[in-house]
């Protein structure tokens, strides 16, 4: 069912039939995950999630601070050692070296817009009258953003006056929100990964691209909704395949 889900969402469509490098850089994301779960459960695959991650990393620039997310979450790990804490940090390190690489070895011509954008921004931050306020309308107009696009990856687009679509699509939304939630309060990877790569875009200025940005994470985002349906019904004692139906 979530395999169909994912399928037959519009944007899917749209996007991989793109010139841009969103479509690899979700296949290499997905396929960084299954690796991830699977070292998780005693397999030995460190040398395959470096280069997955490298190539994460080569691939998309905002593939760093899922990256490094990563990196945070397999030093933080409770109950492990610190041996076990270092190998699971190696391919997070081995994707910043490989990035590091790159950068010195970039055509001269290649400037490095991402840091002049950054800086640029957080000088208008500085200099306005109030800049917490500044900020955190710049937070609210990112969220929403993020809520636009989403519900327009799910529908691709909507009619005024029937919103029901709409709403169904949020509601998916904060399912999929809750689902990654859950994965974060049971300590796994992915969700450390995802949340840390959404709060990135709440911040960052491109915010009539949220839907472009949303779309590596669209399919694992679809999961979380099944999975935070799946578990609402198991706690109340109902099989969780009527909420995987719905």
Not at 22 to 45: I, M, Q
Request: aromatic share 10%; hydrophobic share 60%.
């Amino acid at each position: 069912a979530v395999t169909l889900c994912v399928v037959l969402l519009p944007s899917l469509w749209v996007n991989a039939k793109g010139i841009l490098s969103e479509p690899l850089f979700c296949l290499l994301l997905l396929a960084t995950f299954c690796v991830v779960d699977a070292s998780e459960k005693g397999r030995n695959r460190i040398w395959l999630l470096g280069l997955l991650m490298a190539a994460m990393a080569l691939t998309r620039t905002a593939a760093l601070p899922m990256i490094a997310v990563y990196g945070l979450w397999a030093v933080t790990r409770r109950g492990a050692s610190p041996a076990s804490k270092a190998r699971a940090a190696a391919p997070a390190l081995a994707a910043v070296a490989a990035y590091a690489v790159w950068v010195l070895l970039r055509p001269a011509a290649a400037a490095d817009n991402y840091a002049r954008i950054v800086f640029e921004h957080a000088g208008a931050f500085l200099g306005a009258q109030s800049p917490l306020a500044a900020i955190g309308a710049s937070l609210l107009k990112q969220a929403n953003a993020v809520a636009e696009g989403w519900v327009g990856s799910l529908l691709l687009f909507w009619v005024e006056g029937r919103p029901l679509r709409a709403v169904l699509a949020g509601a998916v939304g904060w399912l999929a929100l809750a689902g990654m939630l859950l994965r974060l309060l049971a300590g796994k990877a992915d969700g450390w990964m995802v949340a840390g790569y959404l709060t990135v875009f709440l911040v960052w200025p491109f915010y009539d691209q949220m839907g472009r940005f949303l779309f590596p994470v669209l399919p694992v985002l679809v999961v979380y909704a099944f999975l935070a349906a799946g578990a609402a019904l198991r706690a109340l004692g109902r099989p969780p395949l009527f909420a995987h139906g719905l």
